[in-house]
């Protein structure tokens, strides 16, 4: 990239994450980086969230700013609205996080910097690279479900990543073009995997490097059994269907 200091949107949906989204704003804040934005994508939180974000929005000098959607309709769906909205910003770089506490602030930069550095089209933070780990309050079966659906996913789709239902990732601005955004239809982990695929299909490079994930700190976790089944039926649809 030309640029000194390209600009990095990090996008954050939220749903009921008031207690979480100042402070992970606060860590990103504490990174120092030049050109780093926040882009907070609220799906209506009835806990006023989307009111907390736009408080932090005001107080920050244009480096946050707020999509409010007026429905919930997934993961999935906030993140395409979120990085639509952040590419017609501007950005070089796209960081897609969770807002709860369970992807590490530190790792930005480094998911950066070999983004920049090397031949990478997408940079994952990952568990299942030497160094990475999975939250120690995880029972083993959780553990074992997660380790199953990779090796699940990279047996179906070939995707050769280690940590193929991550959610944590840097986006070089045109790896998202060329990705298609609009016509991506998953939700949830499925989401994370569709877009995996389509990077791979169209000839690019994905790296890792490691992370630590931890649990989430505070409010419930929105893993539901629907969301696992779609998870579970994605591949497939994705190897055999028209995606």
């Known amino acids: 990239m030309a640029e000194a200091h390209p600009k990095v949107v990090v996008v954050v949906p939220t749903y009921n994450e008031r207690e979480n989204l100042p402070i992970l704003v ?4 504490d990174l ?9 994508v609220d799906d209506n939180s009835p806990d006023g969230t989307g009111e907390v974000a736009d408080k932090l929005a005001a107080d920050s000098d244009g480096t946050i700013s707020v999509l ?6 997934g993961l999935g769906r906030a993140y395409v609205a979120g990085m639509s909205r952040a590419l017609e910003d501007g950005a070089d770089i796209v960081v897609q996080m969770d807002a709860d506490l369970s992807h590490p602030h530190t790792a930005v930069p480094e998911m950066v910097a070999k983004l920049t550095g090397t031949d990478a089209s997408v940079v994952l933070g990952s568990r299942y690279v030497p160094g990475g780990s999975t939250a120690s309050e995880w029972p083993w079966h959780r553990k074992a479900l997660s380790a199953w659906a990779n090796f699940y996913v990279n047996a179906i789709l070939q995707l050769k990543v280690k940590d193929a239902t991550a959610g944590f990732k840097a986006w070089e601005a045109q790896a998202l073009r060329a990705v298609d955004l609009p016509s991506v239809r998953s939700n949830g982990y499925s989401f994370q995997v569709e877009m995996n695929y389509r990077v791979v299909k169209r000839g690019m490079r994905i790296s890792e490097v490691p992370i630590r994930f931890e649990e989430r700190v505070e409010g419930m976790s929105k893993m539901s059994l629907g969301v696992q089944l779609e998870s579970a039926l994605a591949p497939w649809k994705l190897r055999f269907g028209k995606g």
Request: aromatic letters at 0%; proline letters at 0%; a neutral charge.
């Open 26 to 29: 606060g860590r990103l804040a």
């Open 68 to 73: 409010h959607r007026t429905e919930k309709d």
């Open 32 to 40: 120092g980086m030049e050109n780093l934005h926040v882009l907070v």
